[in-house]
């Protein structure tokens, strides 16, 4: 069977300066032109650069989960991914979050606008005769409307 470019997305883990390369660049670039989607893995991890991310040809980041499941605790990490999230919003990107693990989560990240979120408050990693009954029952949960976050928010 045949797949369509267009509903590939390739998933770039930014790894040193490779990216930086001329060939590496130029692949991505063939990649997009041809219609496949390119998402840049845990933006705002460690090697994360924002040079990095104003050079690459990508459609989407994907926001590291480091910044994401630890809030509860860690309240001052929501600056870090409201401007990551700003910043996905300003390129023009998709933006998915990684590591939504609660309600909290959920209601937090809805109220940001966020496309998508990513981790077990969405589901647990499933088998793959398991997936088509997931996508047609899914609902996302509301979230906590009461929740801190969206005080901290």
Same mark, same amino acid.
């Given at each position: ?24 660049? =130029? ?7 041809? =219609? ?7 933006? /705002? ?13 990508? #459609? ?5 989960? =480091? @910044? ?11 600056? @870090? ?6 910043? /996905? ?9 990684? +590591? ?18 990513? +981790? ?20 996302? =949960?509301? /979230? #906590?409307? #009461? ?7």
């Amino acid at each position: 069977p045949y797949i369509f470019p267009e509903s590939l997305v390739l998933e770039v883990l930014e790894i040193g300066e490779i990216l930086e390369q001329k060939v590496a660049l =130029g692949h991505l670039q063939r990649l997009r032109s041809a =219609g496949v989607k390119i998402a840049l893995d845990d933006v /705002g991890s460690a090697y994360a650069s924002l040079l990095r991310l104003k050079n690459l040809p990508i #459609d989407e980041i994907k926001i590291d989960q =480091g @910044f994401v499941r630890e809030l509860l605790n860690k309240p001052q990490d929501l600056i @870090f991914v409201e401007s990551l999230i700003n910043l /996905g919003m300003g390129m023009n990107v998709i933006i998915t979050v990684e +590591g939504v693990e609660t309600e909290e989560h959920i209601a937090l990240l809805r109220e940001m606008e966020v496309d998508y979120l990513q +981790g077990y408050a969405i589901a647990r990693p499933l088998e793959a005769e398991a997936v088509a009954d997931f996508v047609h029952t899914f609902v996302l =949960g509301t /979230g #906590d409307a #009461d929740t801190p976050l969206l005080a901290l928010y």
